[in-house]
T-cell receptor, first 111, second 112 residues
């Protein structure tokens, strides 16, 4: 079955710097790759997603890149702000309806 | 519009007791999921239901059962709770596979 690996597990940056989180997946049949943000005490919320027919997608300060050949995808956050501090999860959706998550990255943005 | 509602929010069980976690969504979604979240291990899929009337095992189904009662409701049952099932449980729903999943607020379960 699908396996998603996420790195790093923790990331600390200064406000205004960029943050990059990387994920790899194992099932070449996966075509949908969402990213979720989880704030303390809450359920995860989608921040951006990408499909296999697209190599890059941007939404303001957030961008995601996908390399299907290498089976990896990354989240890029530019001009980080303290409110970006949270746990971020990548996920992959193989055939059949499953949604498999990575282990999470705890991002800390220091003012 | 409540989204995904989970009950209860907190629960303490003794080893061997049984309980059912309830989940309901009001978005007319076809797919529903149950995850558990443990420190350092991310969100692990327990069971999912791609559509009303179907259920399938996820990554960690042992010790759990599910019921897709109707399109709105998807329950998770622990028949004989074990300390290893201490976790935060999240229910989620999506319109279909490969679309945005919406999560509930979670149920914090402690088994002593």
């Amino acid at each position: 079955g699908e396996n998603v690996e996420q790195h790093p597990s923790t990331l600390s940056v200064q406000e205004g710097d960029s943050a990059v989180i990387k994920c790899t997946y194992s099932d070449s049949a996966s075509n949908y790759f969402p990213w979720y943000k989880q704030e303390l005490g809450k359920g995860p919320q989608l921040i951006i997603d990408i499909r296999s027919n697209v190599g890059e997608k941007k939404d303001q300060r957030i961008a995601v890149t996908l390399n299907k050949t290498a089976k990896h995808f990354s989240l890029h956050i530019t001009e980080t702000q303290p409110e970006d501090s949270a746990v971020y999860f990548c996920a992959a959706s193989p055939w059949g309806g499953k949604l498999i998550f990575g282990q999470g990255t705890e991002l800390s943005v220091k003012p | 519009n409540a989204g995904v509602t989970q009950t209860p929010k907190f629960q303490v069980l003794k080893t061997g007791q049984s309980m059912t976690l309830q989940c309901a969504q009001d978005m007319n979604h076809n797919s529903m999921y149950w995850y558990r979240q443990d420190p350092g291990m991310g969100l692990r899929l327990i069971y999912y239901s791609a559509s009303e009337g179907t259920t399938d095992k996820g990554e960690v189904p042992n010790g759990y059962n599910v019921s897709r009662l109707n399109k709105r409701e998807f329950s998770l049952r622990l028949e004989s709770a074990a300390p290893s099932q201490t976790s935060v449980y999240f229910c989620a729903s999506s319109e279909a596979s490969e679309t945005e999943a919406f999560f509930g607020q979670g149920t914090r379960l402690t088994v002593v």
